[in-house]
């Protein structure tokens, strides 16, 4: 457990909680799925929960004793379906994240990708039952540079020094089995006024009504300190209980002068998440123009669609 500690502590993150203070009241909510549904005549599991599973079970039953090393490991770390929190080693750990790597983790690789359709509003969606991450985020966050690092083309998504050059529902369908959507960008300056007026309306509803979203990557820029923008919308996914995963962004960037490294700007993040979340939600550290952690967030991906799917 030290280990685990050290490694974390050596990404210059916030400080860790002692398994001693674990008992403390727990701050305002933690993540899970929404709900189970029928999929492909198959009914999902009662606790489509890919990131506590084995919370469920321990609320469940309060009589089963909870060491302190599994506190401390389910409070920081994601700890993924098929992996009790005793169980956790250091090299289960992604790199440059608090993801670990379970046994639904597989083929991570992407093949092929094409564009299916933009959608106005969420009814228009794609109606099949594949299943889809959405890429959430400021407009200047580097959400379609992202999706073009991810399947290795350029240009998949739009790319554009303007930002809010995205206003629509984006589906891309990877390997012919699975989703990347693209939704717009919020906090942008320069969209029309209706387009700022309605963003909220109908991405929420996308969010509230899309049963084969699995998880929303929720794009945050490290190169900047944490803004008010982000953390709102990452406490309206967790009180709506939507499963997410904090995806770092441009973590290559150095500002000039006495701004802040990327890292030291992830840990005062990572410090106010910790005011509103009971165990924190997964995180990855990535770079487009890098390839940073790229792989990883394929992996971490891949196994929270194989959990869903199965």
């Known amino acids: 457990m030290q280990a685990l500690r050290s490694r974390l502590i050596g990404l210059h993150l916030p400080p860790l909680p002692s398994p001693s203070s674990l008992s403390a009241k727990p701050p305002c909510f933690s993540l899970s799925f929404r709900h189970s549904f029928s999929h492909s005549n198959k009914q999902k599991p009662n ?9 469920a079970s321990a609320t469940k039953s309060p009589q089963t004793p909870i060491s302190d090393a599994a506190k401390f490991v389910r409070t920081v770390l994601f700890v993924p379906p098929g992996v009790e929190p005793d169980e956790v080693t250091d090299d289960m750990i992604l790199p440059g994240s608090n993801i670990v790597l379970g046994p639904y983790a597989g083929d991570a690789k ?24 959405a890429m959430l985020g400021r407009s200047n966050v580097g959400k379609s540079s992202l999706i073009n690092a991810l399947v290795r083309k350029k240009d998949v998504a739009l790319t554009s020094k303007k930002p809010g050059k995205t206003q629509l529902i984006n589906h891309f369908l990877v390997n012919k089995s699975w989703y990347i959507v693209d939704l717009p960008g919020y906090g942008f300056a320069n969209a029309p006024e209706s387009a700022r007026m309605d963003w909220s309306a109908f991405t929420k509803g996308y969010f509230l009504n ?3 979203l699995v998880s929303v990557l929720l794009l945050i820029d490290a190169s900047v300190p944490p803004q008010k923008i982000d953390l709102d919308c990452a406490n309206w996914l ?33 410090e106010l998440m910790r005011q509103t979340y009971r165990e924190h939600p997964a995180w990855i550290m990535t770079s487009s123009a890098t390839g940073l952690g790229r792989d990883e967030l394929l992996l971490h991906m891949s196994q929270l ?5 199965n």
Do not use: L
């Open 238 to 270: 967790g009180r709506n209980n939507i499963q997410m995963t904090f995806v770092f962004t441009k973590c290559d960037k150095m500002k000039g002068g006495k701004a802040k490294r990327p890292d030291e700007n992830i840990r005062d993040f990572q």
């Open 110 to 133: 992407i093949k092929e990708v094409e564009f299916v359709k933009s959608s106005g509003r969420p009814k228009d969606c794609p109606r099949d039952s594949r299943p889809e991450f």
């Open 47 to 55: 606790n489509p929960n890919p990131c506590s599973s084995h919370h």
């Open 210 to 212: 899309r049963e084969t």
């Open 305 to 309: 669609r194989n959990y869903w799917d």
